[in-house]
């Protein structure tokens, strides 16, 4: 009786190919995971910095109408930060991750949240045309109202403004940069 053994065939080379697409497979979804979460953290830290900023205007109205910009020192030599200042480091550094970032605080239109949906937009001044809306990030707007003048009631929005930009947005089908907008309102304490 003739036995034949069975032939031991070599798949090393195949073995190496097999690991190498689904090891590709594999990193592409893991690096799409972090950039993923790496974006939600930074939305995160964006939505909190802008309501911790909106709190911090609503309880420094005393300060003049340049303090969303400027700090301010009061007579007894204590140096309270701007509105921006305040709000940006509240970020922590995190909006080195956001090109072109911006932080404006401005007095709300009540006019605009009774609509239906709510629209936050910036108080105009009454030689403002019909319709027209200053621009929050332009500090010489001639229709701008300075953020201080919110009465009781009335609300204090800060906005923050920018573009995120992924590490990897070809690897990951992303698009170059996702704009990120946040904004914040509280009710003035004035």
Known sequence: MLVTRPRHTRRRGITIVESALVLSVFMMLLFGM????????V???????????????????DKPSTFDDTDYTDASGTTYLSIQNYTTSRMGGIQ????????????VDQ????????????????????????DPFNGSDPYAVPWNTAVFTEKIAVTINGNYRPL???????????????????????
């Open 43 to 61: 939305l995160h830290i964006t939505n909190n910095a802008a309501r911790d900023g909106a709190r911090y205007a609503v309880v420094n109205l």
């Open 96 to 107: 080195k991750n956001i090109e072109g970032y911006q932080v404006a605080a401005y007095a």
């Open 111 to 134: 006019a605009g949240l009774a609509l239906s949906p709510p629209v936050v937009r910036p108080k105009a001044k009454s030689t403002a045309p019909a319709g027209t809306y200053p």
């Open 34 to 41: 972090f950039e993923y979460c790496r974006f939600l953290m």
């Open 168 to 190: 990897l947005p070809t690897l990951m089908f992303m698009p170059a940069t996702i704009s990120v907008r946040t904004t914040a309102i509280m009710g003035s304490e004035g």
